[in-house]
């Protein structure tokens, strides 16, 4: 192998080591929703201070079951404050937020109610495990 080539090589060796790298550091976290409005106000919570802490972290909230609840419109928690607006604030900084629409179904719930922030997967839990076992996302149940 000729100097030149040698040199090429190990250029575009080290530039891939250093992207795959920087892709492995990328903190990526799937918030687990189940339990209805409460849980959604601690969850929310919870990813705003996590985002405070790390704004590069990439975050999914699944959410299925009572879980869902806080993703359907006119949603508000305990003291009538609407979920939508932190549904927003949270989409708006990258947050993605995915409905078990088995959950749908069960519930009787028109899909047009959700928000638009939420985006329907076919069943929740299997959602949650694709995430946690083939896109390497840490789990976290508020």
Do not use: W
Request: hydrophobic share 45%; charged share 20%; with cysteine.
């Amino acid at each position: 192998m000729s100097m030149r080539k040698a040199l090429q090589f190990m250029v575009l060796f080290f530039a891939f080591a250093a992207g795959t790298a920087f892709a492995a550091d990328t903190i990526k976290v799937v918030y687990h929703f189940s339990e209805g409005l409460e849980q959604a106000s601690r969850g929310l919570n919870n990813i705003k201070n996590h985002l405070a802490a790390e704004p590069g972290v990439k975050i999914v909230a699944v959410a299925y079951g009572p879980g869902i609840n806080f993703l359907v419109e006119g949603a508000e928690d305990k003291n009538k404050n609407p979920y939508n607006i932190n549904v927003e604030e949270l989409a708006a900084k990258g947050v993605e937020f995915r409905v078990c629409n088995n959950t749908l179904t069960a519930f009787k719930i028109d899909k047009n109610k959700l928000l638009p922030q939420a985006t329907i997967v076919p069943a929740g839990v299997a959602e949650i495990a694709k995430l946690q076992a083939k896109e390497g996302y840490a789990y976290l149940k508020p």
